[in-house]
């Protein structure tokens, strides 16, 4: 892969012990965007004869998985576990709406047999077999997990391939060196890699995969894979051992379902379409012990960033995007509200992922199995249409094109403020819809014509089928390649295969100067226009860019490649003329970028709040900004508290009419901290947090009085000793006295 010389990789370095799936835990075991298409297929990733092996995935599966369990237990792992779980999924009446896979992950092996092949801890796991007998006999299909190479065990017993007259170290790589993205330095990796040119080599995995064949394995998660799982180049390379896994499954005679993982490498997704039935394109949604819960919100929410790069890459015939666990039945031990919850559920739905909970079944709650037994939002997940982003940013529109004039569209509210969320009919190119549907609550809401407008909760969702009527005009677009634009500071221009025009720009952000800015953007009419943004980058990264010298608004990102562009749309405001739009981050990383294409007839709705970063705001004394990888923007404040100087103040707070309004402050801390919160120089108010971790950004609301125009609201913690939470963002909203009122304007719109 050519990763952009200009943006490194990942400024967040991942040590040993906070990669995905514990290495301490594993080695205990040892349409609407063609363009986008087009970039697809300079990666050779057409449909092909041999997808989808086995014809075991023509759906995504749904079903559950023990590791989450696993990240709270170490010592979850056991057959009597396994056979308690399976009793709970056909007991609880999620068997019954399609879900039958019980998956084990890492944990389950112990040894290795005569022939080098992985064989279970019989102090845990005594009669494989017989636990796999059981789930079938529930009715429910078994999966188990395993990682490419061979574990040192196996490597130095030299132990002989069944069925050959090699052995275990005549297929290894020479130097030895790792075998798989848990495999450590030099040449004593541990996981040792195998070189499949060699003969021996193929009949290896063909003698592990006949092993699990033999006891009713359905599934295998292959893990630690690369290019991906951290390692996003080909110094390891499991690119044979994944053709090899498919091989030996076609072989075994048995329809196994094989999932790559994890966080691989989009730019060979050729391989991975081939040679597997779903991919991994996220690390592990779960806190991992960095958080008090299962999981949460910014964690939800990465997955939201990462979709868009993938989403024209999956169906039936390609496989499969693989967003990880649902932890949704447990209560507050999930981390999640319930708003959150049914947003995540509908997410995994319109991505048309594998639904696979984690937790314990014996304890899922009523409301996650309401959640999951909802048979209108399972056959969204179902359909074999998968959704694509129509609008991004804090008010998010997915569609999912049914055909025959039919759509399943999601309305989402990033922020934890309630919101209203207006979606033009035109924007999906139709006039409007003549049966609109509420799909989680069961109800029928009639006609809809020009547009739908609804209410959201706090990170709430409104999910719809509706049956279209009329085709709506399409609107001009305009095209502004980032290459052509003006750079200045270490941006510059760099070869992209799969970009417009075959180019792109990196080199942006870690500094005020370093941006790109396009100067010519004109629109014949002042108003509120969509902005396509085509940004390239592995994981997350964020751009903050400004209109016409306005304030910073951030762009937050995702994706798996640095040569296959994502896209994402947001509305801006633009005058009638010429304008200019620079994108860089001035604090962290940003993705390179492709270019930006301006649509619309200027009546695009704006939202009515107003973000402001901490990271952009004024800082004084020892507050710092820096890298933050689930921070909005990339970035938050730290240091702040202990005296008065040492406090973040948004200077540019700017409302249209004097009220109540709500403030959205976005914090991260462990253990209580005190922010106190002063508007305008007021007196200050007081607000004692606690949290569990720094990591990941947690939302508390309160009202403020603002006056119409500029306001400052200042936030720190004056007292010797005080320590305040560090600070991702705020948000601004109208009060409920203020109907109509929007904190956002656009001069001159219609």
Not at 12 to 31: C, D, K, M, Q
Not at 281 to 288: G, L, N, R, Y
Not at 382 to 394: F, I
Not at 643 to 664: C, D, H, I, M, R
């Amino acid at each position: 892969m050519n990763v952009s010389v200009w943006a490194p990789r990942d400024p967040n370095v991942v040590t040993p012990a906070v990669r995905s799936r514990s290495l301490s835990l594993r080695r205990a075991v040892s349409s609407l965007f063609p363009r986008c298409a087009l970039a697809l297929g300079l990666f050779g990733v057409a449909a092909m004869a041999s997808a989808q092996v086995n014809g075991v995935a023509h759906k995504p599966y749904l079903g559950w998985s023990s590791f989450s369990q696993q990240t709270l237990d170490s010592n979850y792992l056991t057959q009597a576990n396994m056979i308690t779980q399976s009793d709970a999924l056909l007991s609880s009446g999620l068997q019954a709406h399609g879900f039958d896979y019980i998956n084990m992950d890492s944990g389950w092996q112990g040894s290795f047999d005569a022939n080098g092949r992985p064989t279970p801890n019989l102090a845990i796991f005594p009669d494989i077999k017989g636990l796999i007998d059981h789930i079938h006999q529930n009715g429910q299909k078994a999966g188990i997990y395993w990682i490419p190479g061979v574990e040192e065990p196996a490597v130095l017993a030299n132990s002989p391939i069944l069925g050959t007259s090699y052995h275990i170290q005549d297929i290894l790589a020479v130097p030895y060196t790792a075998g798989n993205a848990f495999g450590g330095p030099g040449t004593s990796p541990y996981h040792y890699k195998i070189d499949f040119s060699k003969p021996g080599a193929q009949e290896y995995i063909d003698s592990v995969v006949a092993l699990f064949a033999s006891w009713g394995v359905d599934f295998i998660k292959l893990d630690g894979v690369t290019p991906g799982s951290y390692s996003d180049n080909l110094s390891i390379n499991n690119l044979d051992d994944v053709a090899a896994w498919s091989k030996a499954i076609a072989k075994s005679g048995r329809p196994i379902w094989m999932t790559v993982s994890w966080q691989v490498d989009q730019d060979y997704l050729s391989t991975w379409q081939q040679f597997s039935n779903a991919r991994r394109i996220d690390d592990d949604v779960e806190c991992e012990g960095r958080c008090a819960t299962l999981t949460d919100w910014p964690r939800i929410y990465k997955r939201f960033r990462d979709i868009p790069g993938w989403e024209h890459a999956t169906n039936a015939t390609l496989g499969w995007n693989d967003l990880d666990s649902l932890d949704v039945g447990d209560g507050t031990l999930d981390g999640l509200t319930k708003d959150e919850k049914r947003s995540a559920v509908t997410l995994w739905a319109m991505a048309n992922a594998p639904m696979y909970l984690g937790g314990d079944l014996t304890k899922i709650d009523d409301f996650g199995k309401r959640l999951m037994t909802n048979d209108e939002v399972l056959a969204v997940d179902q359909s074999g249409k998968p959704a694509t982003q129509v609008r991004g940013g804090d008010q998010q529109v997915w569609v999912s094109d049914l055909g025959h004039g039919d759509y399943y569209v999601a309305l989402f509210n990033m922020n934890a403020i309630p919101a209203v969320v207006e979606l033009p009919w035109n924007e999906l190119g139709i006039n409007g819809a003549w049966r609109v549907r509420d799909l989680w609550a069961h109800t029928e809401l009639g006609s809809s014509w020009r547009s739908f407008s609804t209410r959201l909760e706090g990170h709430g969702v409104r999910l719809l089928k509706i049956s279209a009527t009329g085709h709506a005009a399409s609107t001009p677009s305009t095209s502004y390649e980032a290459e052509s634009a003006t750079l200045a500071g270490s941006a510059g221009v760099a070869s992209c295969s799969g970009c417009s025009g075959g180019s792109k720009v990196g080199g942006l952000g870690l500094g005020a100067g370093n941006t790109v800015t396009f100067n010519n953007v004109y629109v014949s009419h002042a108003g509120v226009y969509l902005m396509q943004i085509d940004s390239l980058t592995l994981s997350l990264r964020s751009s903050l860019y400004k209109v016409n010298d306005g304030p910073f608004q951030t762009f937050n990102s995702g994706g798996g490649s640095f040569q296959i562009p994502s896209a994402s749309t947001v509305p801006v405001c633009l005058k009638a003329g010429y304008n200019s739009i620079q994108f860089g981050n001035p604090t962290s990383y940003p993705p390179d970028m492709d270019r930006i294409v301006i649509s619309g007839d200027g009546r695009a709705p704006l939202p009515a709040a107003t973000v402001y970063e901490a990271e952009a705001a004024s800082l004084g004394g020892t507050v710092t900004a820096g890298f933050s990888n689930y921070a909005s923007g990339l970035s938050k404040a730290g240091n702040i508290g202990n005296g008065a100087a040492n406090s973040v103040t948004f200077t540019n707070v700017t409302v249209p009419v004097s009220g109540v309004y709500q403030l959205e402050i976005d914090y991260m801390t462990s253990g209580q901290r005190t922010f106190f919160v002063t508007v305008n120089g007021g007196q200050a108010r007081q607000l004692d947090l606690n949290g569990s971790t720094f990591d990941d950004p947690v939302p508390t609301i309160i009202t403020v009085p603002l006056k119409a125009g500029t306001n400052t609201i200042q936030i720190g913690n004056p007292n010797a000793g005080g320590y305040a939470p560090d600070l991702d963002r705020i948000v601004v909203a109208p009060g409920a006295g203020l109907v109509g009122v929007s904190t956002q304007t656009c001069p001159g719109s219609k």
